[in-house]
């Protein structure tokens, strides 16, 4: 292993493009590339192999590239789909790579995870204060002032407690969607860092932000970040206590996702006009996968689909026109069916594939590989109701955390995050 004599510039742009996850894509999108660049000026031979998600996710991107080539071939795709779909997302995913082969480097490994740990704690505390407010925060980083518009629209109200109105937090995000999914990656850390912690005002301040993040995870109201998170502390709390036993640890992991489901059938989730419309877009998406099993929509081609879908489903279903006009367009509201469903069954299982090779079991007994593992299982099983894997926002942090949990399997990551908690808040 290399330590670094010097911090590259590659790595520091890699941490200010983590931070910057908690309040604007833009300017994640623009250090990401600038690390991006600076790791071929800095070039050195990358430590280590590919790790076996990060190899499914390039089959499956060169497999949608591939895909759209046939689209375009057919004359059914232009060069819009091929940017501004889901091949766009190629350079997150490239990203996250990048982040892998800079932590074989500890110095490397302080900088990043100061990037992450500033950005855990915007994410927890501008979520906390945009309860208080009717405004998007966000607004104020754009400039786009605090008058509500049809494309600025106010916060959704969660409660009035005592005179006082609170609202749904969405942080500095534009959806409370895109806001929960970063949220539920981002609890497992704050709670392994408010255990860890030495020096009680030190704990005191992590368990203080774990309440706080959990209190706003609450008041967000977003039902599959809510299961998906407790869907993963479930199965990381029964891969605790029962892991050396395989047959009671998968006994307790579908207990529990049958508990969580009962839950979300039956519990008491009045005042969700919209709930009709993932059943909809479900429906769509199956009958687009059905259409074409093998080669899909192609990229960037769901919204054009789903539209035809429509038309031809409400001539043979005229009562449910509204309903069925009135759900967006834009994705399945579902990971797995929306790869379905551009990428035929070729993208279905690259995705299954990229699922199944993140989250296996973690060899190691450290807490820290569980918990990491544990935030990406909340992200897919979160993802079965909600395009996560879509949301670029999101998804970007889903690589770096991917990025840290191989690291960990591969037994080059020195140390634990605590030791380097502490380098992060010691280093200037």
């Known amino acids: 292993m290399q330590i670094a004599r010097k911090y590259s510039l590659s790595a520091r742009t890699a941490a200010c493009a983590i931070f910057c996850a908690s309040f604007s894509v833009s300017y994640t999108a623009s250090f990401l590339g600038l690390s991006l660049f600076f790791r071929i000026v800095e070039w050195r031979k990358p430590q280590g192999k590919i790790p076996p998600p990060f190899l499914a996710a390039i089959l499956m991107y060169a497999w949608l590239l591939l895909d ?28 996250g790579l990048h982040v892998y082969f800079l932590l074989d480097d500890d110095r490397h490994r302080i900088i990043i995870l100061k990037g992450f740990t500033l950005f855990a704690i915007v994410i927890v505390i501008s979520g906390a204060l945009s309860v208080f407010s009717e405004q998007r925060l966000a607004r104020a980083i754009y400039g786009k002032g605090f008058l509500a518009t049809s494309i600025t629209t106010p916060q959704h109200l969660f409660a009035v407690v005592r005179g006082i109105a609170i609202y749904r937090p969405i942080g500095f995000m534009n959806t409370r969607l895109t806001y929960a999914g970063i949220l539920i990656m981002v609890i497992p850390f704050v709670f392994h860092f408010a255990r860890e912690a030495t020096g009680r005002k030190n704990q005191m301040g992590w368990i203080a932000l774990l309440v706080l993040s959990l209190a706003v995870l609450v008041a967000n109201g977003t039902r599959s970040a809510q299961i998906g998170i407790a869907f ?3 199965v990381s709390a029964a891969e605790f206590l029962f892991r050396t036993n395989r047959r009671l640890f998968f006994a307790a992991a579908i207990a529990a996702t049958m508990l969580i489901s009962l839950v979300y059938l039956y519990g008491d989730f009045s005042g969700r006009q919209t709930d009709f419309q993932r059943p909809i877009l479900w429906t769509g998406a199956g009958a687009i996968f059905e259409n074409h099993p093998w080669i899909g929509t192609g990229p960037g081609g769901f919204a054009s689909a789903i539209l035809e879908w429509k038309k031809t489903f409400n001539l043979s279903h ?6 069925v006009e009135s759900t967006p367009s834009g994705h399945a509201h579902s990971d797995l069916l929306h790869l379905s469903a551009i990428g035929g069954i070729p993208g279905c299982l690259f995705f299954l594939s990229i699922v199944a090779l993140s989250v296996r079991t973690v060899a190691s007994q450290k807490s820290e590989a569980i918990l990491s593992r544990s935030a990406l299982i909340a992200f897919f099983a979160a993802g079965v109701a909600q395009c996560y894997f879509q949301d670029d926002e999101v998804v970007v942090i889903y690589w770096v955390l991917l990025a840290f949990l191989e690291r960990m399997r591969s037994d080059q990551f020195t140390g634990n995050w605590t030791s380097l908690q502490t380098a992060v808040i010691s280093t200037p």
């Open 318 to 323: 005229p009562m449910s026109w509204y309903y």
């Open 232 to 234: 993963a502390l479930c």
């Open 68 to 95: 759209w080539c046939i689209h375009l071939y057919m004359g059914e795709a232009n060069l819009h789909n091929l940017v501004r779909g889901e091949t766009g997302d190629v350079f997150l995913f490239l990203f």
